[in-house]
């Protein structure tokens, strides 16, 4: 499909800093793992550490679907539609996550880059999906956009995750 194709670069780069993303993140998972754990450390690990692997896992698996040689776009718009709203539902368990744990009280900015701009993504690819058959070209610049915003707010929780544990949890250990 002539749409899609002129995209396959962006894809390839976008899914591919997705997969090496999440390969590191598991090895600074592994890394930190052998520190003590405190009370509550799980559950903040699956309110702050489990979502960054799951965008990372979203953008890849977009790139993937979208690299996919479509005869045309609604298998596609459907895919990436279901995505949106599975990455929706999912952004409402990230929040019930958050307020759950506590070993640590999350900040403005953890608010928006574990849940506001996820959700902003994620529905942005709802949106896109239900837009494709009137406005394509708008559409697939949506699902860009969205991609890099998951991408962009991954990195930052990773490398938030990562300077918690390095200053702040060292202090506590």
């Excluded at 396959?8 to 592994?30: H, R």
């Excluded at 559950?43 to 996919?68: D, N």
């Excluded at 608010?111 to 902003?120: Q, S």
């Amino acid at each position: 499909m002539t749409a899609l194709s002129s995209w396959e670069n962006f894809y390839v780069i976008v899914g591919s800093s997705a997969g090496a993303l999440i390969g590191l993140q598991f090895v600074v998972l592994a890394l930190v793992a052998s520190r003590p754990v405190g009370a509550g450390t799980a559950q903040a690990g699956h309110a702050f550490a489990t979502p960054t692997i799951v965008h990372f896992g979203a953008v890849l698996l977009l790139a993937g679907m979208l690299s996919a040689p479509w005869e045309a776009i609604a298998p596609a718009a459907v895919l990436w539609g279901l995505l949106g709203l599975s990455g929706i539902v999912y952004s409402v368990v990230v929040v019930r996550r958050m307020r759950q744990q506590g070993a640590y009280k999350p900040v403005f900015e953890d608010w928006l880059f574990h849940v506001l701009l996820p959700l902003a993504a994620y529905t942005a690819l709802a949106v896109a999906a239900f837009a494709a058959g009137s406005h394509l070209r708008e559409a697939l610049f949506g699902i860009g956009a969205a991609a890099m915003l998951l991408l962009f707010a991954g990195i930052h929780n990773a490398w938030d995750a990562v300077t918690y544990h390095v200053f702040v949890s060292n202090q506590t250990s």
